[in-house]
């Protein structure tokens, strides 16, 4: 719909959304994985962009490498 709309904000925030949850899928897969082997998820710092959802862990960097907003934007947990 978006795209028939020429909606442009709304293409870009679908694709987003589909590029970060390709990364929740490997993080989750991971997770369940090591729970399955009887292992702690061994999850460490994650961060979150606030604009597109990218997803990472450890120390977030200096631009999100999905939407290209500033470090300032992550949101960390």
């Given at each position: 719909v978006a795209e028939l709309q020429e909606e442009r904000a709304a293409i870009r925030s679908n694709a987003w959304a589909m590029e970060a949850e390709k990364i929740?899928?490997?993080?989750?897969?991971e997770a369940k994985t090591a729970v399955e082997?009887?292992?702690?998820?061994?999850v460490g710092q994650v961060y979150v962009?606030?604009?597109?959802?990218?997803t990472g862990?450890?120390?977030?960097?200096?631009?999100?490498?999905?939407?290209?907003?500033?470090?300032?934007?992550?949101?960390t947990f």
């Open positions: 929740h899928a490997v993080m989750y897969g082997a009887g292992k702690d998820a061994g962009c606030s604009v597109c959802g990218w862990e450890g120390e977030p960097p200096d631009e999100c490498p999905l939407c290209k907003v500033k470090k300032e934007k992550f949101v």
